[in-house]
């Protein structure tokens, strides 16, 4: 089975010219191959900035992150997943995926959209697809650029409670059955005890590692209980908000 590659961030200084104060110093991660990691942490704190160093679109800081041994910004471009779907409007469903990806070819782009449930949607276009539809077909994207190597910018940020529901399974399912290496950022510890096998909390300026913890129970076998319990230990360290 296809495993996802190991992160190994080791950052010195990551500062943003006129601001007064470095976002990152010194901020070590090894993150093993086909982990599901959740970045949590107060807003501003530099989550979308990790994430855009580990992509290698973000090259301007000192120190280094590798990829399976190369550094980030030589390596396999990651599949990406923003807060917001960014769908071509003028493109249909399989184009905007093969845009996104230089060599995809059409039955590569339905065998993404068959994985997240749209397989007879490839030929429709974005105003045509519900705000779902839509994000199933950005992570369709992200698929079919990297399916080895998943970074998710709030995935599941202002989506019902019923598609986040929906949105939970799906990438459960993916996880499982592709074990990529994924690293999310949420701001509800409700999605870091559904999905990862890990949550980084960081907190504080430069901003540090205040809590690393493992959640070792896979996602399917997470019952009411214990998804009670991971959330009550995650906010015990993050004090942010839970659903
Ligand atoms: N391109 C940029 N130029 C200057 N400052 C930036 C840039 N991108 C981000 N910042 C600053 O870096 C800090 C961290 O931003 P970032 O978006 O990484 O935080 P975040 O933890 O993801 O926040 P949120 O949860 O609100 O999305 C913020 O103070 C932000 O203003």
């Excluded at 905007?96 to 030929?123: D, F, K, W, Y």
Aim: net charge neutral; glycine share 6%; hydrophobic share 45%.
């Amino acid at each position: 089975m296809a495993t996802g590659p190991r992160l190994t961030i080791n950052i010195r200084v990551k500062r943003f010219e006129a601001a007064p104060a470095a976002l990152f110093e010194n901020l070590r991660l090894d993150i093993a191959p086909s982990s599901v990691v959740a970045l949590v942490g107060p807003s501003g704190i530099g989550k979308s900035t990790l994430l855009r160093l580990i992509a290698g679109i973000d090259t301007a800081f000192d120190g280094s992150i590798e990829i399976d041994g190369v550094r980030a910004a030589a390596a396999s471009t990651p599949g990406f997943v923003f807060q917001d779907p960014r769908l071509l409007p003028w493109l249909t469903a399989s184009d905007n995926i093969r845009a996104a990806s230089p060599g995809c070819s059409e039955q590569e782009a339905h065998t993404a959209l068959q994985r997240v449930g749209l397989a007879t949607s490839g030929s429709l276009y974005p105003h045509q697809l519900s705000g779902g539809m839509q994000r199933r077909v950005a992570l369709a994207r992200a698929l079919a650029v990297n399916a080895r190597l998943l970074l998710l910018d709030e995935p599941f940020v202002s989506l019902d409670r019923t598609l986040v529901g929906e949105m939970h399974l799906l990438f459960s399912r993916l996880i499982a059955e592709g074990r990529p290496t994924v690293v999310f950022v949420s701001h509800l510890t409700d999605d870091a005890a559904r999905l990862a096998d890990r949550a980084i909390l960081l907190d504080h300026r430069p901003a540090r590692i205040v809590a690393d913890i493992a959640l070792p129970i896979p996602p399917a076998a997470r019952d009411a209980a214990v998804l009670g319990q991971y959330r009550t230990l995650l906010d015990s360290f993050s004090g942010v908000e839970c659903e």
